[in-house]
């Protein structure tokens, strides 16, 4: 059964370094999205994407993050400058469609930032 | 403000018992997600509801959508250490993110 993957599962990182989170959707999938989980709180959504553009984003995606689709398969998030406050679990998910089509998600990527 | 309530907040079960969640809304539910989270596998779909009065079944878990209470609930029948986890109610934002409920934590007692 397709499933998205995620890769690091783990990340240290210390604040001011930038970070890389790579994902990989589901093939025939066109919407992508990116979520986060910080320890004890709720799942929050950060963004979402679209035919290489981004379609939706909430206020916590500032100017820090980043996502791109590097390719035909990749998925990424960057974080350019790391603060304590972003660590937190960070999901990828992808869809077929939007407009309530069922968001797929990945195992998540731990990201500490020291 | 909180849009998606769920209760209770956690619950620990003896297997075999059975067991219902509870998620309400501040808003018009559109659609409703079920999610299940396990440390390392992410969130797992378990079942979308999308019309009032509308009621899914997977295995032993029955999700209904009571669209003018705005609330779903998730019922286990027979539960099993494998259902344990932490539930998550999820409301459909009508374009594409999904907001999510403040979830539920089950433990099953062997």
């Known amino acids: 059964e397709p499933e998205v993957t995620q890769t690091p599962s783990h990340q240290v990182t210390q604040m001011g370094q930038e970070v890389i989170l790579r994902c990989v959707p589901i093939s025939n999938h066109l919407y992508f999205y990116w979520y986060r989980q910080i320890l004890g709180q709720k799942v929050e959504f950060l963004v979402s994407f679209y035919n290489n553009e981004i379609s939706e984003k909430s206020e916590i995606f500032d100017d820090q993050f980043s996502v791109e689709r590097p390719d035909g398969s990749n998925f990424t998030l960057k974080i350019r400058s790391t603060k304590l406050e972003d660590s937190a679990m960070y999901f990828c998910?992808?869809?077929?469609?939007?407009?309530?089509?069922?968001?797929?998600f990945g195992p998540g990527t731990r990201l500490l930032v020291l | 403000s909180q849009e998606l309530e769920q209760s209770p907040q956690s619950l620990i079960v003896q297997e075999g018992k059975n067991l219902t969640i509870n998620c309400t809304s501040s808003?018009?539910?559109?659609?409703l997600y079920w999610y299940k989270q396990k440390y390392g596998e992410g969130l797992i779909f378990l079942m979308m509801l999308q019309k009032g009065g509308e009621e899914k079944s997977h295995e032993k878990i029955t999700a209904k959508l009571d669209e003018k209470k705005q609330q779903s609930s998730l019922h286990i029948t027979a539960s099993q250490p494998s259902h344990a986890g932490i539930y998550l109610c999820g409301l459909s934002g009508g374009y594409q993110k999904v907001t999510f409920g403040t979830g539920t934590k089950l433990q099953v007692i062997p």
């Open positions: 808003k018009t539910l559109y659609g």
């Open positions: 998910a992808s869809s077929e469609a939007s407009g309530g089509a069922t968001q797929y």
